[in-house]
């Protein structure tokens, strides 16, 4: 069965974004690009909420046609065109680019959408998150933590009804200070 795999990149605070919404201070370089495409390369589809999806169809479907675009943006430009996408919104009517759009999170239809034949599934965008952690749809957990404080903004994690047990999976550390902290499930005792 496919996994939901939640990734997002947050600050040393805790803060996934600043209060105005930038990202500035993400420290995305050749090491962490590179290495994030090894691992969105064989996923099976991109979840999102709508304002995600919107600033990722707004320059990805066309970041490769720059001839001097690096190498990573080319090869996620490609990897984010191919990829199934499914974007939740209850405003999109129309949404191109391999995206499906659906309304609300039901659990079930997010059960059988596991249940399909293909690589695991990476969830993006804070309130889609909070809607998938607060039914407990996230098996797998990407945090990539930015050596830097930015004092306020969007936390990461919703307050939660109840403790979640996690297992460490992986830990990594990048050259410009990025640490990768992958935490799933626990395994069945």
Do not use: C
Request: hydrophobic letters at 40%; aromatic letters at 8%.
């Amino acid at each position: 069965m496919r996994k939901i795999v939640m990734l997002f990149s947050v600050s040393l605070d805790g803060y996934i974004e600043r209060p105005d919404r930038r990202i500035d201070w993400h420290l995305v370089d050749e090491e962490l690009h590179r290495h994030m495409n090894d691992v969105l390369r064989p996923m099976g589809g991109f979840i999102s909420g709508r304002v995600t999806w919107e600033l990722m169809a707004g320059y990805w479907p066309t970041a490769d046609a720059d001839p001097d675009a690096p190498g990573p943006i080319v090869e996620f430009a490609e990897i984010w065109r191919s990829m199934p996408k499914t974007v939740y919104s209850r405003t999109l009517t129309h949404a191109d680019w391999n995206t499906e759009i659906r309304r609300e999170v039901v659990p079930a239809e997010v059960e059988r959408l596991k249940a399909e034949p293909g690589g695991d599934l990476v969830l993006g965008g804070a309130d889609l998150a909070a809607a998938f952690l607060q039914h407990d749809l996230v098996d797998e957990y990407r945090i990539y933590v930015h050596p830097v404080l930015i004092g306020a903004g969007r936390p990461l994690f919703p307050p939660a009804a109840a403790d979640r047990p996690l297992q460490l999976m992986e830990t990594r550390t990048f050259g410009n200070g990025v640490v990768l902290l992958h935490y799933g499930r626990p395994a069945a005792s």
